[in-house]
C-alpha cells in the first residue's frame, strides 16, 4: 500500500492517488475516508470512519498488511444460548412479537417467589463429588 507523503513532489502525489484508486477498484466496497497515524503508543483514531467511544471490532491482517476491522458485539456468556439454541431463541422472537402486538396477558405478582431458590439453582450450589 502507498501512503500520500504530502512532502513528496506534486508528481507522486497523482502516483500515489493511482495507487488509492487501484486498491478501491479491487476492493470496491471499501471507500478511502483519509490518513492516519499511529501516536507514540501504536494507537489511531479512526473517528473520521465513523467510530465511537467503546465500538468493539475485530482486527484481521493479511499478508500485504493491510488491516480489515470488523464490527462486533460482545454477547454476555449468560445471553449465549439465545444464539446458540433456535428453539430458545424462536420462543424470544415470538415473545417480542406477542409483546409489540399487545398480545399479553397479566400473569399476576411473582414477588412471593423473589426468596424462595430456584429447585436448578439449588442443584447447581450442591457440592461436587
Known amino acids: 500500500m502507498i501512503y500520500l507523503d504530502r512532502s513528496a513532489p506534486p508528481d507522486d502525489w497523482v502516483k500515489t492517488m493511482v495507487e488509492l484508486k487501484k486498491m478501491t ?9 483519509g490518513e492516519v497515524s499511529a ?3 501504536s494507537r489511531m483514531a ?3 470512519a465513523g467510530v465511537h467511544r467503546d465500538d468493539r471490532y475485530a482486527v484481521a491482517v493479511n499478508a500485504e498488511g493491510e488491516i480489515l476491522l470488523t464490527p462486533l ?25 406477542q409483546s ?3 398480545e399479553t396477558s397479566e400473569g399476576g405478582d411473582f414477588t412471593r417467589y423473589a426468596d424462595e431458590e430456584p429447585e436448578e ?8 463429588p
Do not use: Q, T
Not at 477498484?25 to 475516508?33: G, N, Q, R, T
Not at 458485539?73 to 433456535?86: G, K, N, Y
Open 73 to 97: 458485539v460482545s454477547i454476555p456468556r449468560r445471553e449465549l444460548l439465545v444464539w446458540d439454541d433456535e428453539v430458545i431463541r424462536a420462543a424470544l422472537v415470538r415473545g417480542l412479537e
Open 46 to 48: 479512526f473517528g473520521k
Open 121 to 128: 439453582a439449588a442443584a447447581f450450589d450442591a457440592p461436587k
Open 100 to 102: 409489540s402486538n399487545d
Open 25 to 33: 477498484e479491487l476492493k470496491s466496497d471499501f471507500v478511502p475516508m
Open 39 to 41: 501516536d507514540e503508543r
